[in-house]
């Protein structure tokens, strides 16, 4: 089955939350798609988690089509999640034009829809242009991982009641904008259930407490790959780098022993031939 925003939107008014992830390759798209989920994030924390950088501003329009490409192609089962391209930094602040060409050369990559963070006028009519255009967006709300510098690093967002009612105003705004679906980051549990109450496009979370219509987390953050630093909302369902770091460990000492390559794992020539080498 292809899930679509229709499929969520139906989810939404029974009331099944939706089950998202952040991945970006063949094989944790496909491990998705088996697991059911309902929407994949091929989003720019691949700068982080797969790349190696400190924040996610160094992400690029190439660098997430190579993504969203890769993830689509790990999708050839029969359930198929919505995937959702990430809009970088810097693709869709110049120009509501610029904005409209690359949402689609990530359709092109092969997103369904994309995301883009913030709530200002410029985001606003980003968001309205790219909708007119006929793509999708999702609304990245609360915490804006892109905009780290201005809000002084990873912090929770909305903790007062002012700054409860100016998101509750944001999420008005995106919605009235054209946004098909919101993602709110790291704000509190109680905020994110009121403002789901009153809206009506499905609102996921990530740190946004059980209330919301679904949630989504990074895969090497729920799998236990992601080490660099662990937000509260992080939670660990696995340890891949354990089971990463002892296959690695246990094949350097068979190395070192010459216990590997084996009979089993290596060639040999036909015999007649190795006699003819001889
Ligand atoms: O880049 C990403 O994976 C995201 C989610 C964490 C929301 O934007």
Known sequence: ????????????????????????TAPDASLSA??????????DSLAMTLLGFDSTLPATMEMMELFVAAARRGLTGDHV???????????YQPSDEIAVVN????????????????CTPLILSRIK????????????????????????????QAKTATEAVALEGDCNNVEHAGAVVMLIE????????L????????????????GVDGQLLVMSDLVGEFRAFKSRFAKRFGNVSEVKAKALADYATAVRAGS??????????????????K
């Open 1 to 24: 089955m292809k899930v679509t925003l229709e499929t969520l939107r139906e989810k939404k008014a029974a009331k099944q939350p939706a089950v998202g992830v952040s991945c970006y």
């Open 34 to 43: 088996e697991a059911g989920v309902d929407f994949i994030v091929v989003g």
């Open 81 to 91: 999640p919505l995937v959702v391209g990430d809009m970088p930094l810097g693709s």
């Open 103 to 118: 949402a689609c050369r990530l359709v092109q990559a092969g997103a369904d829809i994309v995301k883009i963070e913030g």
């Open 129 to 156: 242009a790219i909708s007119e255009a006929g793509i999708g967006v999702v609304a990245h709300l609360g915490l804006q991982p892109q905009q780290k510098a201005l809000v002084g690093g990873w912090r929770v």
């Open 186 to 193: 790291a704000v509190p549990a109680e905020v994110a259930a």
């Open 195 to 210: 403002i789901v109450a009153r809206t009506d496009v499905p609102i996921y979370g990530i740190g946004a407490g059980p």
């Open 260 to 277: 590997f390559p084996d009979a089993e794992t290596s060639y040999n020539m036909d015999p007649i031939e190795a006699g003819k080498l």
